[in-house]
């Protein structure tokens, strides 16, 4: 089956900083997607990305399908952006997770 | 436009007891996911139903664990004779109709423990 890695695995900043996410994936897929988990276990769509790149706010993502790679950015990080940020990419008939990117953004 | 719906969101069993954890997807989407995720975990996919149909299952333990998605009404993820490794958080999620790419949008989660 396709293997899915997510690094760092865990990452702390101080408040306002930047930073990048990366996931890979060992087999083409047909979509991607990224989660935030927030501290309270919900889990919210961040981007539908299979290719290329999105913005959303202070978020971006930048998906390079044919290197199977994806990329995060969050740039001035805030407090509540502290969770776990998930990649999954879509393989056959259902979605493979990875391992997460536990985030945790001091004040 | 309501999204996924699950309930309860906190379900406590005794061991040996049975649990069921209830699905409602999005308006219009007719595809739904069990994943289960263990603490301090990632999500692990369970079972992808659609209406009368389960279409893959690799995911679910072969016993114990069953799933349905009826015409009417949610998906139920039936977990009979519970033990304490069962305890997680379960997650549904929903799509549309698939037409070769499609995303998923998750519900809160059910959280299991078991005693």
């Known amino acids: 089956g396709i293997q899915v890695e997510q690094s760092p695995p865990d990452l702390i900043l101080q408040e306002g900083a930047n930073s990048t996410l990366r996931c890979n994936f060992s087999d083409s897929v047909n979509n991607l997607q990224w989660f935030h988990q927030n501290p309270w276990g919900q889990l919210i769509n961040l981007f539908y990305i299979p290719s290329g790149t999105k913005q959303n706010g202070r978020l971006s993502a930048t998906t390079v399908a044919t290197e199977r790679y994806s990329l995060l950015y969050i740039s001035s990080s805030q407090t509540t952006d502290s969770g776990v940020y998930f990649c999954?990419?879509?393989?056959?008939?259902?979605?493979?997770f990875g391992p997460g990117t536990r985030l945790s953004v001091l004040p | 436009n309501a999204g996924v719906m699950q309930n309860p969101r906190h379900l406590v069993r005794r061991r040996g007891q049975e649990a069921r954890l209830r699905c409602s997807p999005m308006?219009?989407?007719?595809?739904v996911y069990w994943y289960r995720q263990l603490p301090e975990e990632g999500l692990k996919f369970m079972v992808y139903l659609q209406k009368e149909n389960i279409i893959d299952e690799s995911g679910m333990p072969k016993e114990r664990f069953s799933a349905e998605f009826p015409k009417e009404g949610p998906s139920i993820l039936r977990i009979q004779q519970v033990v304490r490794g069962d305890s997680a958080a379960y997650f549904c999620?929903?799509?549309?109709?698939?037409?070769?790419?499609?995303?998923?949008?998750f519900g809160p989660g059910t959280r299991l423990t078991v005693t």
């Open positions: 999954a990419v879509n393989y056959g008939q259902n979605f493979v």
């Open positions: 308006k219009g989407h007719s595809h």
């Open positions: 999620a929903s799509s549309p109709w698939r037409g070769g790419s499609y995303e998923q949008y």
